[in-house]
């Protein structure tokens, strides 16, 4: 039987403002498993990032219950790792630095190392993603693509179970964003405990190449759990020429001009 890592039940948010509230999430059910890739799409407004930070513990939720790993959870935890669309990174610290000083403080909750083993981790996950050489550049000296290599190392480096990613190749340029697509999977396919990823995209057929299943949204709710079988390790080039691929993201495309035709013509939603 699979085992569900995170568990969320009847979850609502509600945003209230000078009088007035905006709901964001009406009863929303989903059950995660180790080891999942699960992408979250939907267009803008439909609550993807506000399940999202939830899931991180950044926000509470109006009712309802996030459970990880069989507990409720009441806020951030070293069990999750996050990667943001902008990087995150500290300006004043080189890549090695950013790195280590998160190892090393994610350590302090479990069972401490010190700064030179955290600089030593830092190092090994540079050189997974591909970044040797340029350990003692300051993130103002590297390119977009590489100050996400450097957050994914990051947070990899902290040996999260697991990982959640808002938009993170979202301002990247479309050859730069494939190359960290496949440079995410063949990192999570050497773990030997597999990282579960809840990976929140815009992005239709980045989801298809990446997802064990998609959770398509529409305002404020879950609207049609997807599950993609498409082999893997995945090479794009078969991925792409694949039916299963093709029919999906046709599917995905639909229900998406749906849903902004729906939400054109009906209330405005909340973020």
């Known amino acids: 039987m699979p085992k569900p890592v995170i568990e969320i039940k009847n979850l609502n948010m509600i945003y209230e403002s000078e009088g007035t509230h905006y709901e964001a999430l009406h009863d929303v059910n989903l059950t995660i498993n180790k080891g999942e890739f699960v992408c979250i799409v939907g267009s803008s407004g439909c609550g993807k990032s506000t ?73 090994k996950f540079l050189e997974k993603v591909e970044l040797s050489g340029f350990e003692d550049k300051l993130p103002g000296a590297l390119s977009g693509g590489m100050q996400q290599r450097v957050a994914i190392a990051r947070a990899l480096a902290c040996s999260p179970e697991i990982l959640l990613m808002d938009e993170p190749f979202g301002a990247l340029d479309a050859k730069i964003r494939e190359n960290l697509q496949e440079l995410l999977l063949s990192l999570l396919k050497k773990d030997t405990e597999k990282n579960t990823v809840v990976f929140v995209t815009h992005d239709l057929s980045e989801a298809v190449f990446l997802a064990d299943r998609i959770i398509f949204m529409l305002p404020k709710r879950i609207h049609k759990i997807i599950d993609v079988h498409i082999p893997r390790p995945r090479i794009r080039a078969d991925v792409l020429n694949s039916e299963e691929y093709k029919e999906i993201n046709e599917t995905l495309k639909n229900l998406f001009y749906d849903g902004i035709h729906n939400t054109i013509n009906g209330e405005r939603e909340a973020i």
């Open 51 to 123: 399940l999202l930070s939830i899931l991180m513990g950044l926000n509470r939720a109006s009712s309802g219950t996030v459970i990880i790993n069989g507990a409720e959870s009441t806020g951030p935890g070293v069990e999750r790792a996050v990667v943001f669309q902008n990087y995150s990174l500290f300006p004043w610290m080189t890549a090695r630095e950013n790195i280590a000083f998160a190892v090393y403080q994610n350590s302090k909750k479990r069972q401490k190392i010190s700064k030179k083993e955290a600089l030593s981790i830092a190092q």
